[in-house]
């Protein structure tokens, strides 16, 4: 007998089907709510409902853990490539020798883009945000490869937007970075592994014969890893949402882009990194800072702390912390706002205010750090993190695609005018 739940509505009483996962998730099943009882859930924010059944990321927010396809985040963080967990989001299992050969062989052959892209990238303004250039770019990129909006594609099909994709956003992010400096486009290098494109791709110059440091690849390689996927945040939702439409994956991937770039979602790595400047230049006194995020008459909250769904600790940001002190020593880099955002760790965790509300440091809240000691600047953070997630955001699509899953279009309560009727202009 599957276990159910009763809803008691106006006398009469309802069963609802009770869906268990095997981490033992518990969820009452309300597809047939509305057509059993005439009611629908209202839940801003869907911050008690899920959208879906999922089998690419798991993620317990009260015991700070995260898995990758069952995979704990710290071994692959630590162990692995970031194709590696690129392969194993989308296609369920990490690959052996001979797939991830073929893989990386197919992106590497994959990062050139069509030099008509380029005209794009030059109209943009010198201080366009990379974020609203990469975004835009991949809905162009979108019309290049018409076939890829046949929503009746082959897998085929979908596997080689999945190769463009993964191939062409570091040379976008790249170019749109050297855009943004006036520097001259660097053009991928087949010699070079996909970190140490980027790297190389980001930092080159006509006048250097520059060679990719490893401690800045590596670093790049686990900083990657650990934005990978995240289940059905607020940019993984955008895309599926985009995606149920019949919408092609560049275009929902897009989405997934501009939503990421907002200041509560993957925008914070910048906002944080502005804070910590911020509150340096005003002196470091944080117990001030700390107030004012505490004052709910002021608009200014701690970016980086808080989670939707971790209440304890966010299991990557412990990872970045310990890299970020890695980092830093190995490249011989001294960052003051290093010190002060432990500082503001401290403080925050000692104050009821925060502990009282499970607002811990997020996946944000060091990354900055770390990008700026790789020579990153502040308006690309965000860009690399949606480098880092764009195999989750592909994972996540590919799912719901292959699942047939319907359209979303949720339900609402309507708040406005009852009926009335049109009045012309001269009687208003
Ligand atoms: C990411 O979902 C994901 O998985 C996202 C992500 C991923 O990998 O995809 O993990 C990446 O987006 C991380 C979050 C990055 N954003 C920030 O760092 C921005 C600062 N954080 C907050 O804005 C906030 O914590 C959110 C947006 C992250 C979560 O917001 P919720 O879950 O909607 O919680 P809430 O806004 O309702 O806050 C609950 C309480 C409120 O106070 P009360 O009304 O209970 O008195 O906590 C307070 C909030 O005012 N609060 C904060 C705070 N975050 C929440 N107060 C001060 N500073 C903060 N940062």
Same mark, same amino acid.
């Given at each position: 007998?599957?276990?159910?739940?009763?809803?008691?509505?106006?006398?009469?009483?309802?069963?609802?089907?009770?869906?268990?996962?095997?981490?033992?998730?518990?969820?009452?099943?309300? *597809?047939?709510?509305?057509?059993?009882?005439?009611?629908?859930?209202?839940?801003?924010?869907?911050?008690?409902?899920?959208?879906?059944?999922?089998?690419?990321?798991?993620?317990?927010?009260?015991?700070?853990?995260?898995?990758?396809?069952?995979?704990?985040?710290?071994?692959?963080?630590?162990?692995?490539?970031?194709?590696?967990?690129?392969?194993?989001?989308?296609?369920?299992?990490?690959?052996?020798?001979?797939?991830?050969?073929?893989?990386?062989?197919?992106?590497?052959?994959?990062?050139?883009?069509?030099?008509?892209?380029?005209?794009?990238?030059?109209?943009?303004?010198?201080?366009?945000?990379?974020?609203?250039?990469?975004?835009?770019?991949?809905?162009?990129?979108?019309?290049?490869?018409?076939?890829?909006?046949?929503?009746?594609?082959?897998? %085929?099909?979908?596997?080689?937007?999945?190769?463009?994709?993964?191939?062409?956003?570091?040379?976008?992010?790249?170019?749109?970075?050297?855009?943004?400096?006036?520097?001259?486009?660097?053009?991928?290098?087949?010699?070079?592994?996909?970190? %140490?494109?980027?790297?190389?791709?980001?930092?080159?110059?006509?006048?250097?014969?520059?060679?990719?440091?490893?401690?800045?690849?590596?670093?790049?390689?686990?900083?990657?890893?650990?934005?990978?996927?995240?289940?059905?945040?607020?940019?993984?939702?955008?895309?599926?949402?985009?995606?149920?439409?019949?919408?092609?994956?560049?275009?929902?991937? *897009?989405?997934?882009?501009?939503?990421?770039?907002?200041?509560?979602?993957?925008?914070?790595?910048?906002?944080?990194? %502005?804070?910590?400047?911020?509150?340096?230049?005003?002196?470091?006194?944080?117990?001030?800072?700390?107030?004012?995020?505490?004052?709910?008459?002021?608009?200014?909250?701690?970016?980086?702390?808080?989670?939707?769904?971790?209440?304890?600790?966010?299991?990557?940001?412990?990872?970045?912390?310990?890299?970020?002190?890695?980092?830093?020593?190995?490249?011989?880099?001294?960052?003051?706002?290093?010190?002060?955002?432990?500082?503001? %760790?401290?403080?925050?965790?000692?104050?009821?205010?925060?502990?009282?509300?499970?607002?811990?440091?997020?996946?944000?809240?060091? *990354?900055?750090?770390?990008?700026?000691?790789?020579?990153?600047?502040?308006?690309?953070?965000?860009?690399?993190?949606?480098?880092?997630?764009?195999?989750?955001?592909?994972?996540?699509?590919?799912?719901?695609?292959?699942?047939?899953?319907?359209?979303?279009?949720?339900?609402?309560?309507?708040?406005?005018?009852?009926?009335?009727?049109?009045?012309?202009?001269?009687?208003?």
């Amino acid at each position: 007998m599957s276990e159910t739940a009763k809803l008691i509505i106006e006398d009469k009483t309802y069963e609802l089907p009770v869906l268990t996962g095997p981490e033992n998730e518990k969820a009452i099943d309300i *597809s047939r709510l509305r057509a059993m009882t005439g009611y629908v859930t209202l839940d801003k924010g869907f911050k008690n409902t899920g959208s879906t059944t999922s089998a690419i990321t798991f993620l317990d927010g009260e015991k700070g853990i995260l898995r990758y396809r069952g995979y704990p985040i710290e071994q692959l963080a630590e162990k692995a490539e970031f194709l590696e967990v690129a392969y194993l989001l989308i296609y369920g299992e990490l690959p052996n020798k001979v797939e991830y050969a073929n893989f990386k062989n197919h992106i590497t052959h994959h990062t050139l883009i069509h030099e008509d892209m380029r005209v794009f990238l030059e109209a943009y303004p010198i201080k366009a945000h990379p974020m609203g250039i990469l975004a835009a770019s991949l809905s162009t990129i979108s019309t290049f490869y018409p076939e890829s909006q046949d929503p009746n594609r082959p897998k %085929e099909a979908i596997d080689l937007t999945i190769y463009r994709l993964l191939a062409k956003v570091p040379t976008l992010a790249a170019w749109a970075y050297k855009n943004a400096v006036g520097q001259p486009v660097v053009y991928p290098k087949n010699k070079f592994d996909y970190c %140490e494109n980027f790297v190389n791709m980001m930092f080159d110059l006509p006048a250097y014969d520059y060679v990719p440091d490893p401690v800045v690849v590596n670093a790049l390689n686990t900083l990657l890893i650990l934005h990978a996927d995240h289940e059905q945040n607020c940019s993984a939702s955008t895309v599926r949402v985009v995606g149920s439409s019949q919408a092609n994956l560049y275009a929902s991937v *897009s989405a997934g882009v501009s939503a990421l770039w907002g200041p509560l979602h993957g925008g914070a790595n910048q906002a944080v990194i %502005e804070m910590l400047e911020n509150i340096k230049n005003d002196g470091g006194n944080l117990d001030k800072w700390i107030s004012k995020a505490k004052d709910k008459e002021d608009s200014f909250r701690l970016m980086g702390f808080g989670h939707r769904v971790y209440k304890n600790f966010d299991p990557r940001a412990k990872i970045i912390k310990k890299a970020a002190d890695d980092v830093l020593n190995k490249l011989g880099i001294i960052d003051p706002v290093l010190d002060i955002a432990k500082q503001l %760790e401290e403080v925050a965790l000692n104050d009821s205010y925060f502990k009282e509300r499970g607002l811990y440091p997020n996946v944000d809240f060091y *990354s900055g750090i770390i990008y700026r000691a790789l020579d990153i600047p502040t308006e690309m953070f965000t860009v690399m993190f949606a480098l880092g997630r764009l195999p989750g955001w592909i994972a996540q699509w590919k799912e719901m695609v292959g699942e047939n899953q319907p359209i979303s279009r949720p339900r609402q309560i309507y708040t406005g005018s009852k009926e009335r009727n049109f009045v012309e202009i001269d009687n208003r």
